[in-house]
């Protein structure tokens, strides 16, 4: 039987797919350029979740609250970036893409290591559209203590 969903979902992603998965940071990189924190938010489903540093955010709305603050204050002037470093798709609707980036004060044209950081982005496909329903980041150079040490 030519065509079946399970024959699809045996042949993987398709390449529309792939290529809108990977067009979500470019999506994420113009919304910060504009300081457009609906932008930014709307790429999530209502109830994502967006995890940094010190902070977690649940549901659509707060993600946009706490943009909205942020463009005003310590992002206002700053650009981000980022780049694929590998998808992986849990189904037809639902993938992992794992990125590299970070945030680019004013004037910078590289993200110091100090900056880097790595972040994974849980996305789903609904409505024909592939949203965020979590991103989480961590810093991608972390000295962790080495083992055995109290870390002090």
Same mark, same amino acid.
């Given at each position: ?11 993987? %992603? ?15 990189? !113009? ?16 109830? =994502?979740?967006?995890i940094l540093p =010190? ?9 946009? =609250? ?7 204050? *310590? ?19 639902? /993938?992992i893409l794992l ?7 004013? =004037? ?10 790595? !972040? ?18 961590? %810093? ?6 080495? *083992?055995?040490?109290? /870390?002090?």
């Amino acid at each position: 039987m030519s065509g079946s969903t399970v024959e699809q979902a045996a042949a993987g %992603p398709s390449a529309a797919d792939q290529a809108a998965v990977a067009a979500l940071t470019q999506q994420v990189i !113009a919304a910060w350029a504009r300081n457009d924190a609906d932008g930014f938010a709307d790429l999530f489903v209502e109830d =994502g979740t967006m995890i940094l540093p =010190g902070l977690i955010k649940l549901g659509r709305e707060e993600i946009r =609250g706490y943009l909205t603050d942020a463009f005003a204050g *310590p992002y206002q002037g700053t650009r981000v970036t980022g780049r694929p470093l590998g998808i992986r798709f849990l189904s037809p609707e639902s /993938g992992i893409l794992l990125t590299q980036g970070g945030v680019l004060a004013p =004037g910078e044209t590289e993200i110091s290591d100090a900056q880097t950081i790595h !972040a994974s982005w849980v996305v789903v496909k609904l409505g024909g559209d592939w949203r965020l329903a979590a991103y989480q980041n961590s %810093p991608a150079h972390q000295m962790l203590p080495a *083992p055995g040490s109290t /870390g002090r």
